[in-house]
């Protein structure tokens, strides 16, 4: 859940509160103001006093020409259904053939291990980023755990979710995978793995720096709350290695497949187009808002003790929520 507070208190200093919030403010930016062009004629007619030329219609109409291209994209209709741009768009994670394939097990500098955290995309971002990390490293990642203790609680583990054995060969390019230490390579080290957590964006010469030495010494690794934990900055075969985890490693099991499959045949059924909101109405979530929902003391109590988790969280969502 480390994740969330941020990512909300960065909406909040960007002055949005949310998509909805701020779009109508910015399309009214937009616009002319009268005020403007008010004011953009006088300074014309006030100049025009010394140089003698009179603001005529023809400068009127170059005015308000500069303006109007831009008023009219305001009322342009939107069509949410396709893009003009979606042509431009293509998936680029073909492997590029000078990249350094995968260093096989018994060669690698040590086992990389992660501990998720979040709700499962958080999760998968930071699966995602883990395989690159080991790329970086030339280590052997182990098959990452999932968070069973943050906001879900959900016990179910990687292999429940996704499929395994496909993510492990379909990566066997990039990086070597295993499903857990050997066990002879676990009673060889005197010690359980090393734990540490890098810092939030890290760049590649922070793990090549600080964690591949202990790496090394240690046979075996673990990165804990792995969430955005690599900088989102990297060259462009590590980007493309970031889409073929996740775009074509991380496969659904089969019998989720077979849900979504279903749920989206039966709303096809009722339409062939349809819109998915997720809409995000929880505890943290709520918290965040700093609004009061009238749930009575029980809410304000709750999400009072969840507000004072978050240092970033404002001052004024610190006391008790107001009606919005
Ligand atoms: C490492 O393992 C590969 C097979 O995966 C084997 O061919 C190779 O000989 C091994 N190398 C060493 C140094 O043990
Ligand atoms: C990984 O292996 C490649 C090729 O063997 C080598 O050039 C690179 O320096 C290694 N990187 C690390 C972090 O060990």
Redesign the pocket.
């Known amino acids: 859940m480390g994740r969330k507070p941020d990512a909300v208190a960065k909406s909040y200093h960007s002055g949005g509160g949310g998509a909805a919030a701020s779009s109508p403010r910015a399309a009214r930016k937009a616009s002319p103001s009268p005020v403007f062009l008010g004011t953009a004629l006088f300074v014309l007619g006030f100049v025009s006093l010394f140089t003698g030329h009179v603001v005529t219609d023809a400068d009127w109409a170059r005015i308000r020409s500069r303006w109007r291209p831009k008023q009219h994209r305001n009322y342009e209709p939107i069509d949410i259904w396709e893009s003009k741009y979606s042509s431009m768009y293509y998936g680029c994670s073909e492997r590029s053939t000078g990249f350094?394939s995968a260093?096989p097990e018994n060669s690698s500098?040590g086992y990389l291990l992660i501990a998720t955290s979040g709700g499962l995309n958080q999760q998968r971002i930071g699966i995602t980023d883990a395989v690159v990390v080991a790329w970086?490293?030339?280590a052997t990642l182990v098959v990452p755990e999932l968070d069973h203790h943050s906001f879900w609680k959900d016990d179910s583990d990687f292999s429940d979710i996704f499929d395994v054995e496909w993510f492990i060969s379909h990566l066997s390019k990039d990086v070597t995978i295993v499903k857990r230490i050997p066990y002879e390579v676990m009673l060889s080290m005197d010690k359980l793995p090393w734990t540490m957590r890098a810092p939030r964006k890290s760049v590649p010469e922070f793990y090549?720096d600080e964690v591949?030495p202990i790496l090394m010494r240690r046979r075996a690794l673990q990165l804990t709350k792995f969430d955005y934990r690599l900088t989102s900055d990297l060259d462009e075969d590590l980007q493309k290695l970031r889409c073929r985890v996740n775009f074509h490693a991380l496969k659904f099991t089969s019998s989720i497949h077979a849900m979504g499959q279903k749920l989206v045949q039966k709303l096809r059924l009722m339409n062939t187009r349809y819109v998915a909101i997720h809409l995000r109405f929880e505890p943290d979530m709520l918290a965040f808002s700093g609004c009061y929902y009238g749930g009575g003391e029980k809410e304000r109590k709750e999400l009072g003790e969840i507000r004072k988790r978050w240092d970033t969280l404002p001052v004024r969502l610190l006391k008790l929520g107001v009606e919005c």
């Open positions: 350094r260093v500098t970086i490293l030339n090549i591949l």
